[in-house]
């Protein structure tokens, strides 16, 4: 980004939709399930979006802009009435991942129920061993 000039640090040649959409998002204090939630569409729509590998449809660009508190204008180009630049101290926040944690709790769950299978195959494996002794 153009950290040197703030006034164009969300310009259309410095930034993306992608990266206004997460500026705006993080402004306005939401995660990435929340703003799909409000729009509703899924987190991996929503998260698509942030990452520029899709774009909302245009009947929806003003429903965003309302949402994050930002300008239609703003939203499209950066221009306009949108977010402040970052200061220069602010950390920089964790991109948005879809279900991550939902994603890390179900393979747990997953991985403890194999465990005792695998246990209980275990079991009778050793069991049948004994009778075939």
Excluded: K
Excluded at 10 to 21: N, P
């Amino acid at each position: 980004m153009d950290a040197e000039n703030p006034e164009n640090w969300f310009s259309e040649a410095v930034a993306t939709l992608g990266d206004r959409l997460t500026a705006a998002r993080e402004n306005a204090g939401l995660s990435c399930a929340e703003a799909a939630s409000c729009l509703g569409i899924s987190v991996e729509t929503y998260t698509r979006w942030e990452q520029d590998s899709a774009f909302p449809r245009a009947s929806l660009c003003h429903t965003i802009a309302g949402l994050f508190g930002v300008s239609l204008a703003w939203l499209l180009t950066g221009e306009s009435l949108g977010v402040e630049p970052p200061q220069n101290d602010t950390p920089a926040q964790a991109p948005c991942l879809p279900s991550t944690d939902a994603d890390l709790h179900r393979m747990r769950e997953d991985l403890a129920e194999t465990r005792l299978r695998v246990q209980q195959i275990d079991e009778r494996l050793q069991r049948v061993l004994l009778h075939l002794e």
